[in-house]
């Protein structure tokens, strides 16, 4: 599903180069549900969203299903983040003023999908984490753990094939960790998701199938 090669990025020049990511080269297998871990500042969040095309690569190549995906601009690239990838950051990024049906809907909205349509995919997904309660709810009625539950739906409304969450659990307690993560395990099943997860807690991303190890910007073992 991904395949990453040579991936190098860099800010500034020299001789006061920063250098984030070292001749990365990974492969994720379609439906693997993958944990990066590492301490704080080794990459993990630069890779994540060079993986998602938040960002770009100094050098290097990510393809995706063998689309090379820094090929892509402007719209086009736009409109491949928006239906092949889905996001969970560990700040969930609600909008306040939006209820959780809202906030769900929202990518489905910008993509101009019939409101029906986006509407029964976010109460179904809403329904999927266990929040079929709360439709009309704001975010801050929510709980901590269910306010990333409304993320989570958010992240599939527009069906992508792979998501990529960042410390999806990180301002959670450890109760309310292992919900979140039987959420997006029963998810990945249901639906073969490829998943690539960034989690500080090393007992977390042993329940995923495979765990690669970032250090200074390069991968360690994997």
Known sequence: MISVDSLHKSYGSDPNRVEVLNDINLSVAVGEHLAVIGASGAGKTTLMH??????????????????????LTGAALDSFRNRTIGFV???????????????????????????SEVIARAKSLLDDVGLSHRLSHKPGQLSGGEQQRVAIARSLVMEPKILLADEPTGNLDSHTSDEIYAVLQRLHEQRNLTMVIVTHSEQLAGRLDRIVRMQDGSLVNF
């Open 50 to 71: 060079i993986l998602g095309a938040l960002d770009r690569p100094t050098s290097g190549r990510v393809e995706v299903e063998g689309q090379d995906v820094f090929s």
């Open 89 to 115: 950051f560990q700040f969930n990024q609600l909008l306040p003023e939006f209820s959780a049906l809202e906030n769900v809907m929202m990518p489905g909205l910008i993509a101009r999908l019939p409101d």
